[in-house]
């Protein structure tokens, strides 16, 4: 199985800055996209960012140059940078690794974290 497990989030004022972290761990052979979503109380979950294995990001428009995302292959981690925080950035962020397992080599699926909770408030 593949655990993924989130840490970094927390309270801070507006304008402050945040760095998510997110581990993938067990038995994979490989991981492909990693990323994060957010829900927000009372909205749906929304994708946030998202990197390939090569690089390749992808960035909402309502963080883009404000939120960095990052990844260290070789930890099998992705990062979140958060700066210049907002009140509407306030929800539980979710990481997500999609992977393929020892098991099941050829097929891919998204395994989530638990979340971890950012909350900016003055």
């Known amino acids: 199985q593949v655990q993924v497990v989130e840490s970094g989030g927390g309270l801070v004022q507006p304008g402050g800055s945040l760095r998510l972290s997110c581990v993938a761990s067990?038995?994979?052979?490989?991981?492909?996209?990693m990323g994060w979503h957010r829900q927000a109380p009372g909205k749906q979950r929304e994708l946030v960012a998202a990197?390939?294995?090569?690089?390749?990001?992808n960035v909402v428009d309502s963080v883009n140059g404000r939120f960095t995302i990052s990844r260290d292959n070789a930890k099998n981690t992705v990062y979140l940078q958060m700066n210049s925080l907002k009140l509407e950035d306030t929800a539980v962020y979710y990481c997500?690794?999609?992977?393929?397992?020892?098991?099941?080599?050829?097929?891919?699926?998204?395994?989530w974290g638990q979340g971890t909770q950012v909350t900016v408030s003055s």
């Open positions: 990197i390939t294995s090569g690089g390749r990001t």
């Open positions: 997500f690794a999609e992977a393929s397992t020892t098991a099941t080599p050829l097929r891919s699926r998204d395994y």
């Open positions: 067990g038995s994979m052979s490989s991981i492909y996209a």
